[in-house]
């Protein structure tokens, strides 16, 4: 477990780190500020960072090739999602989109469903279209766009190995029915957004 234990060491000082960056992110301008206001975005939203993290879980759950490919699915596609919101190609209820990935990828996680790699590619870029858009739309006027598109791809990765390192908790009993509960509670924080989305309809 020494990589689990280093991570929960680190997370201390990178938060430390990252709250005083944070209070300055939007007061920020140019290509430093598009990469810090780009990475901090997918942390402060909690419907975005959950379902992400699942995106790691249920690669974990997987195995390969899934571990490493559904991480790459995930941000590639996020990318596209990124670039239709920025040149204004509109998409229908993002909002729900988003809310719903966090159900159905927690859901995945809870009942551990065991897809063919192309059909849990598929369920990952159609949902990182949602959370693409969404970054795009949302893009700062100040920031550098390529610069913030850079910022929340390294910003989502990372938020893909938290939960790889997490699923690495499979490997023992007690884990793997950690990692299914935080499913769980992933889909429980999906359905809360998307009660919230559709009152918002």
Known sequence: ???????????????????????????????????VSGFLH??????????????GLWGAQLGAPAIWLL?????????????????GVPMLSVELGIALSAVVLGLLVLTRTRLPIWGAM???GAFALFHGHAHGTELPGAADPLAYGIGFVTSTGLLHLTGILLGLLIAWP???RAVRAFGGVVAAVGAWFLVGALGMS
Request: charged share 5%.
């Open 1 to 35: 477990m020494p990589i689990i234990r280093d991570y929960r060491a680190a997370a201390l000082p990178l938060a430390l780190i990252l709250v005083p960056v944070a209070a300055h992110a939007h007061a920020q301008t140019g290509v430093a500020g598009g990469l």
């Open 42 to 55: 997918p942390l402060f939203g909690f419907d975005h960072l959950v379902a992400m993290v699942a995106v």
């Open 71 to 87: 991480p790459i699915t995930f941000p590639l596609m996020m990318a596209v999602g990124a670039m239709l919101g920025i040149i």
């Open 122 to 124: 598929g369920v990952v």
């Open 174 to 176: 007690l884990g793997e």
